[in-house]
Nanobody, 123 residues
Framework: QVQLVESGGGLVQPGGSLRLACAASSTIFSVDTMGWYRQAPGKQRELVANITSGGTTNYADSVKGRFTVSRDNAKNTMYLRMNSLKPDDTAVYYC?????????????????WGQGTQVTVSS
């Protein structure tokens, strides 16, 4: 079974930094695009940043220049470095990945989500 496990959330003061990590695991698989999404109370889930297997990145305008997404393909792990955090960044952050699995002689693809990690920016 495919699993995405997030870590690194917590409470930080405005202007502070955090680093999130998301590790993908399965028996036999290949990981394509990975992304971070967030959902604040009363709001829809929104894309924060994503990164392809080749390293091409994309950011929401609200985090450009402050957040950096990266990945280690050998470890099937994605990271989100968040600097200059603001109270508006407070949300549950979710990891998403497009993953190919191999079973019974066939490849199949799926869209997977982590369980979410809380990030709270407050003084």
């Amino acid at each position: 079974q495919v699993q995405l496990v997030e870590s690194g959330g917590g409470l930080v003061q405005p202007g502070g930094s955090l680093r999130l990590a998301c590790a993908a695991s399965s028996t036999i698989f290949s990981v394509d695009t990975m992304g971070w999404y967030r959902q604040a109370p009363g709001k829809q889930r929104e894309l924060v940043a994503n990164i392809t297997s080749g390293g091409t990145t994309n950011y929401a305008d609200s985090v450009k220049g402050r957040f950096t997404v990266s990945r280690d393909n050998a470890k099937n792990t994605m990271y989100l470095r968040m600097n200059s955090l603001k109270p508006d960044d407070t949300a549950v952050y979710y990891c998403n990945a497009q993953i190919f699995t191999f079973s019974g002689g066939f490849w199949s693809s799926g869209d997977y989500w982590g369980q979410g990690t809380q990030v709270t920016v407050s003084s």
